[in-house]
C-alpha cells in the first residue's frame, strides 16, 4: 500500500477552511516578523481579514451579508493564529508577558525579535 504525498502545501480550497486560513496567516505573519522584524499589531488581523475577504469573493459571496460573516470570520482566524503563536512562542521575562516593554527595547533598532514573539 503505498500512500501519495500532496503536490501543494496551501490551496486554494485549504485556505477556505479556518485551518487553512490560520495557518497562512501564522506564516505570513511570523515570517515577516522573523525576515524584515516587522510585526505591528494590526499586522496579523490585517492578514487575516485579506485571506478571509479574497475566500469570500473567490465563494462566489454576494450580498452584504456574506462580507459581514467574512468580517467576523477574519477575527476568528486572527485570533487562532495569535493564540497559536502566544502559546507556541518561547516565553520571555513577565513584565514582556504583560505587554511591559522598557524603555530601551522601544528605542533600540537592532533588538531584533524573535521567531513567534508575541504579536502583542
Do not use: H
Request: net charge positive; hydrophobic share 50%.
Amino acid at each position: 500500500m503505498s500512500s501519495q504525498l500532496p503536490n501543494d502545501f496551501f490551496t486554494i480550497q485549504s485556505m477556505l477552511t479556518l485551518s487553512g486560513a490560520t495557518g497562512a496567516t501564522f506564516v505570513i505573519c511570523n515570517g515577516l516578523q522573523q525576515a524584515f522584524n516587522f510585526n505591528p499589531k494590526w499586522l496579523g488581523l490585517l492578514v487575516a481579514q485579506l485571506i478571509v475577504g479574497a475566500g469570500v469573493a473567490a465563494s462566489g459571496g454576494d450580498g452584504l451579508i456574506a462580507y459581514l460573516v467574512g468580517l467576523i470570520n477574519g477575527f476568528l482566524v486572527f485570533c487562532s493564529a495569535a493564540g497559536a503563536t502566544s502559546a507556541l512562542g518561547q516565553g520571555g521575562p513577565p513584565a514582556i508577558a504583560r505587554g511591559e516593554v522598557a524603555a530601551a527595547d522601544k528605542q533600540s533598532p537592532t533588538n531584533k525579535r524573535r521567531f513567534l514573539s508575541s504579536w502583542f
